[in-house]
T-cell receptor
């Protein structure tokens, strides 16, 4: 039982490049989330998905797109990366009582 | 506007109880109080949640005041491994637009030997 798996763990992008952060959960949860965390700050919600096929904006959605193609996977896409998107990204899935988080993706945009 | 107010930092001696306060004066009748913690750049970890009754599990106890406007997370015997940022979150349960999991700035708890 792997829980929430994020890939990659580390990534360096050049300004303007695109990439997709992958997240998969094996707990059959409906709700999934993407957050970013900047140094010394709390987590900020980017997008969330209440169920397969539905997505909604969170606190800081600009510059990102998401896709919830099936119940297991919720991906986050940066179409044109900017240095301001340098951050640690966390994915989470949630049961009726608690959320489970992945180990994070450390993204640097140069 | 933030739904919760927490002190930015607290210290606790190892082996003593750590009492982390949270104010949530605008909590509505059906909103729960959740606590998570984040240990040094790992993903956050669920601790406990409650509606109005006090709750206890193997990790901690949650005391909610009768008017539900504030709560306290209690770690009964803090260890060095409890050093973390603790987040108090008020929300409706389950996912969906009503039940977003929004984190504030939390309280950085430092457990000292």
């Amino acid at each position: 039982n792997a829980g929430v798996t994020q890939t990659p763990k580390f990534q360096v992008l050049k300004t303007g490049q695109s990439m997709t952060l992958q997240c998969a959960q094996d707990m059959n949860h409906n709700s999934m989330y993407w957050y970013r965390q900047d140094p010394g700050m709390g987590l900020r919600l980017i997008y969330y998905s209440a169920s397969e096929g539905t997505t909604d904006k969170g606190e800081v959605p600009n510059g990102y797109n998401v896709s919830r193609l099936n119940k297991r996977e919720f991906s986050l896409r940066l179409e044109s990366a900017a240095p301001s998107q340098t951050s640690v990204y966390f994915c989470a899935s949630e049961s009726n009582t608690e959320a489970f988080f992945g180990q994070g993706t450390r993204l640097t945009v140069v | 506007d933030a739904k919760t107010t927490q002190p930015p930092s607290m210290d606790c001696a190892e082996g003593r109880a750590a009492n982390l306060p949270c104010n949530h004066s605008t909590i509505s009748g059906n909103e729960y109080v959740y606590w998570y913690r984040q240990i040094h750049s790992q993903g956050p970890q669920y601790i406990i949640h409650g509606l109005k009754n006090n709750e206890t599990n193997e990790m901690a106890s949650l005391i909610i005041t009768e008017d539900r406007k504030s709560s306290t997370l209690i770690l009964p015997h803090a260890t060095l491994r409890d050093t973390a940022v603790y987040y108090c979150i008020v929300r409706f349960p389950r996912g969906g637009s009503q039940g977003n999991l929004i984190f504030g700035k939390g309280t950085k708890l430092s457990v000292k030997p």
